[in-house]
């Protein structure tokens, strides 16, 4: 499964959005797909676990869970680089 | 926003409102709260201070107070009137909310104009029948055709509604949109029908007169702030409420302490050389009023540093601000409730009566309420939850 793959079934289980997230375009605002605040929290906790990664505190603000390419970028970030 | 060119113009005003407080809000404020009634001689003389435009830059004709002066304001009215000091606190984060985030509008900077001119007075609809106290959430949405718009609302809780003369009211930004994709939308009197829906006679605060009501408005879509409330309520409606509410409690705090110290002194004074028992829990008490002061004045302060760049803006939006400013409103809440309780075990049954001067029936009461508007237990479990992924470092 490629990083974007995971990230898609991470949503799909938590981040509670209005749309099918397998369908999503990566650009896409997650808000605005119907993410909450509680949800946006469920899905870093999901994305800490199945990445192995901790966010630190300067990347826990909205822009960095705004879409599945924002989200791609701050992992790829923490793990050192693309898998 | 530029604050008062001077610091001694600022201290005037703030002087002005002082002695406003204490020649006709203080007066009344009895009588306001017996009735449960408008504190309509409290925001005649305010407006009478052109003090309704304290948040509205002075480009448009506004006061252009920073919130640290608004703040201040809100203190020196909270020392004679909670009710009033709420409303003029209330009105305040609206017209904050339209200035800072209606500035590119050509419509929003006409009404805050308009606002200033005539001291308009808004109220806030973000409360919603069947949504509890998540204000971050809609089930009334903006319906738009062309140019016009129109919005239907059953709010549970709507201050001083009747008495506005404008609302500004949250909603989901169209009827596909899901519940916490919403937009902020000012609905201009004659634009809006307001339909009692509910009382307010409470133990407290009753001069806010906070009764439920279903609106429904018909409006030009120019009217809908484009910013998305997400954003309108992290970089400035949360902040700048927590802000001004604390501020107002803070003002009941004070005038519980110094009554408090009033009558420490005079038990004083009847025997030199004996400390009454007041005099320790007044020390406590007072040192709670210093610990809610401070955290007041570092809260607001930071904020106005951060609102002043873009770097300070991505940190209004983090999570780690989201508990800090949460913190604020639920420390607040809890000292001014603790801080007046203090004070009246302090001045004993003089303060159990209700007729004398060291009465403190009516700030106990409007200070119980500040832990209720939002819940602080709704704000506590949000904050456990942001908790889990914030590592303070």
Known sequence: MTTTEQIRSILQKHARLAVDASSLPEEADLYEAGMNSHASVALMLALEGAFDIEFPDRMLNRSVFQSIAAIRAAVEELSGGAS | MTPLSTSEEFRALRERVQAVGVEVIRPAAADVDRRSRFPEEAIAALRKERVLGAAIPKTLGGLGLSLEQVSALCTAIGQHCAAS????AMHSIQVACMARHGAESPFFRAYLTECAEKQLLIASVTSEVGVGGDMRSSIACVRREGPRAQVEKAASVVSYGEHADALLLTARRGPDA???????VLLRKGEYTLTKTSSWDT???????????????????????????????????????HGVWSSAWLGIASDAVARARQFVRAEARKRPGVTPFGATRLAHAANLHQTMRMQIHDAVKEYEALSASAEGEAVLSSIGYAIKINNLKITSSTLVAQIVSECLTICGMAAYANESKFSMGRQLRDALGAALMIANDRINATNATLLLVHKDE
């Open chain 2, 85 to 88: 000091a709420m409303i003029f």
């Open chain 2, 203 to 241: 133990l407290g605060m009753r001069g806010t007169c906070s009764p439920g009501f279903q609106i429904a408005a018909e409006f030009a879509a120019t009217q809908i702030l484009e910013v998305p409330f997400a954003a309108i309520a992290s970089l400035t409606m949360v902040p700048y409420s």
């Open chain 2, 178 to 184: 899901p519940a916490n994709d919403q937009a902020l």
